[in-house]
């Protein structure tokens, strides 16, 4: 028989892997969006790991003279299309192995079997929204 201290553990228990699980939500998406805009098929065998292995460092911006105040952010963000892409690239790197950080993390500490149920939920959420927004893009595109 449980008790109510139980019963509020079990509840905080289910509601901290709820938030986890909307974190993993959230890194996947990022991570498809990123992709997407570069344009990578991460589903491809082999692209993941030379995504990790591939070291990049960024482009200089096009304006490489040293500055500062409140326009520095500016100037940094200031550049080609190539020194864009390759910012993309290194966010997408990082969250990539973030993500499997994570993962091997939860793995360790709920278990394989819970870990799997919660990329199966992220995966079939993500899939959902994938397909809503792309019949939602495809409406708009055909209604002009």
Avoid at 10 to 18: D, I, P, Q, S, W
Avoid at 32 to 61: C, F, M, Y
Avoid at 77 to 95: I, M, N
Avoid at 106 to 113: D, M, P
């Amino acid at each position: 028989m449980q008790t109510d201290d139980d019963q509020k553990h079990l509840r905080a228990e289910a509601a901290f892997m709820l938030r986890r699980e909307d974190s993993l939500r959230a890194l996947n998406q990022r991570i498809q969006r990123l992709a997407h805009a570069l344009q990578l098929d991460l589903e491809r065998e082999g692209n993941v790991d030379r995504l990790i292995r591939q070291v990049k460092t960024p482009s200089p911006p096009s304006n490489a003279e040293p500055y500062t105040g409140p326009e520095r952010r500016a100037r940094a963000l200031d550049g080609s299309e190539r020194r864009r892409k390759d910012l993309l690239f290194f966010e997408l790197r990082g969250l990539v192995v973030l993500r499997y950080e994570l993962v091997s993390s939860y793995a360790s500490q709920y278990g394989s079997q819970a870990m799997m149920q919660m990329i199966e939920s992220v995966d079939l959420h993500i899939t959902h929204v994938g397909a809503v927004a792309g019949s939602d893009t495809a409406r708009t595109s055909s209604s002009n």
